[in-house]
Antibody, heavy 128, light 113 residues
């Protein structure tokens, strides 16, 4: 059974960089077949996809956040990480990591599917 | 971006009755190469992450009760709960994975009448 667990600071100051790590257990990132994602949910609101990474290091990012986002992978630790720079109060949210199967049929702009496993989420508050 | 619009925003249904949630995409999520609809449904209970219920618009995830079913094609989709149980109280989201970025509907809150 695959499990994902987010970790990182729960409080970040405005203009600083938010850094989170997702540790995967019950399955190896290096084995392939899946994209590893970050998704956030503002308090009381809907879900926003941030971006993802494959074990090769190939990434997709949401254009709305692309200028501030970096996602990296450490296959030796079976972890992947999110850095979001220049944060403001608008970045306060619950951040989830999630797994998505890699597509056998890639459309013109997407090569990954639905999110089948999720972490429990971690609340990050941006405040001075 | 593909915009996903759910209706209604909230819904109250009696125990044992049918609940129906609709989802409309701003463009088709049917991929002609494999004739599949790139549409998923999730259930989110308070304090928990979303849980995958349905993918490919109509394929039930392993372990999901068969009272949950998905239907539709192209731009119009439906999640149906055939006989509402108390544990089904949650917010339900549709999501398209046809194009990047994947996008979610705004959510439908399901309550007991």
């Amino acid at each position: 059974q695959v499990q994902l667990q987010e970790s990182g600071p729960g409080l970040v100051k405005p203009s600083q960089t938010l850094s989170l790590t997702c540790t995967v257990s019950g399955g190896s990132i290096s084995r392939g077949g899946y994209y590893w994602n970050w998704i956030r949910q503002h308090p009381g609101e809907g879900l926003e996809w941030i971006g993802n990474i494959y074990n090769s290091g190939s990434t997709y990012y949401n254009p709305s956040l692309k200028s501030r986002v970096t996602i990296s992978v450490d296959t030796s630790e079976n972890q992947f990480s999110l850095n979001l720079s220049s944060v403001t109060a608008a970045d306060t949210a619950v951040y989830y990591c999630a797994r998505a199967p890699r597509g056998g049929y890639c459309t013109t702009t997407s090569c990954f599917y639905y999110f089948d496993y999720w972490g429990q989420g971690t609340l990050v508050t941006v405040s001075s | 971006d593909i915009v996903m619009t759910q209706s209604p925003d909230s819904l109250a249904v009696s125990l044992g009755e049918r609940a129906t949630i609709n989802c409309k995409s701003s463009q088709s999520v049917l991929y002609s190469s494999n004739n599949k609809n790139y549409l998923a449904w999730y259930q989110q209970k308070p304090g928990q992450p979303p849980k995958l219920l349905i993918y490919w618009a109509a394929t039930r995830e392993s372990g999901v009760p068969d009272r949950f079913s998905g239907s539709g094609s192209g731009t119009d989709f439906t999640l149906t709960i055939s006989s509402l149980q108390a544990e089904d109280v949650a917010v339900y989201y549709c999501q398209q994975y046809y194009s990047t970025p994947p996008t979610f509907g705004q959510g439908t809150r399901l309550e007991i009448k």
